[in-house]
T-cell receptor
Framework: DQQVKQNSPSLSVQEGRISILNCDYT??????FLWYKKYPAEGPTFLIS?????DKNEDGRFTVFLNKSAKHLSLHIVPSQPGDSAVYFCAASSDSGGSNYKLTFGKGTLLTVNP | EPEVTQTPSHQVTQMGQEVILRCVPISNHLYFYWYRQILGQKVEFLVS????????KSEIFDDQFSVERPDGSNFTLKIRSTKLEDSAMYFC?????????????FGEGSRLTVL
């Protein structure tokens, strides 16, 4: 039951270039979306989020775009830095039905930024 | 910077044994969670806890699992009779708010290996 899908298990980019990580979802009840970053031997760390009433949220080098009609979101990192190398998880939650405590995660995309 | 701490970092146990994983959430947070990640799989929600009771639990969280906040600082996950398929990384998380905008802060995880 993959309600949140990250179809690219890995992505490799050059330092200074743009990294684009993609995420698709199937549950139309999701109305809040988050990106988490995870380094080896550490827990996931919150990166950026977006609510369904917006189509873009920007925080420094990180921008998340949401296309509700396509049920698609993407994370742009520009410029990419070697320290950005990590696994990136897309996550979603719903404010309906009392399920706002639960995040549904994708499988993650391993980003490698080469110097 | 405040952080969620988990112990032990790694536990090896025999099938059928009881295991308790411990977590110290961030001190002013009110909502607590357990997630797990089986090797190579996505991070999965197990349970959320607020005001000394379970707010929501997943289908994974069956009668073998229980959570407790025995004092003002610890939050524990108990597995009564471990199975091989319980082998996973277990992440504790906490948040200041439980609403859909609540950012979760994750611990580094406890790796459970059931033999």
């Amino acid at each position: 039951d993959q309600q949140v899908k990250q179809n690219s298990p890995s992505l490799s980019v050059q330092e200074g270039r743009i990294s684009i990580l993609n995420c698709d979802y199937t549950n139309s009840m999701f109305d809040y979306f988050l990106w988490y970053k995870k380094y080896p031997a550490e827990g996931p760390t919150f990166l950026i989020s977006i609510s369904s009433i917006k189509d873009k949220n920007e925080d420094g080098r990180f921008t998340v775009f949401l296309n509700k009609s396509a049920k698609h979101l993407s994370l742009h990192i520009v410029p990419s830095q070697p320290g950005d190398s990590a696994v990136y998880f897309c996550a979603a939650s719903s404010d309906s039905g009392g399920s706002n405590y639960k995040l549904t995660f994708g499988k993650g995309t391993l980003l490698t930024v080469n110097p | 910077e405040p952080e969620v701490t988990q112990t032990p970092s790694h536990q090896v146990t025999q099938m059928g044994q009881e295991v308790i994983l411990r977590c110290v959430p961030i001190s002013n947070h009110l909502y607590f969670y357990w997630y797990r990640q089986i090797l190579g799989q996505k991070v999965e929600f197990l349970v959320s806890f607020y005001n000394n009771e379970i707010s929501e639990k997943s289908e994974i969280f069956d009668d073998q699992f229980s959570v407790e906040r025995p004092d003002g600082s610890n939050f524990t996950l108990k597995i009564r009779s471990t199975k091989l398929e319980d082998s996973a990384m277990y992440f504790c998380a906490s948040s200041a708010s439980g609403g859909w905008t609540g950012e979760l802060f994750f611990g580094e995880g406890s790796r459970l290996t059931v033999l």
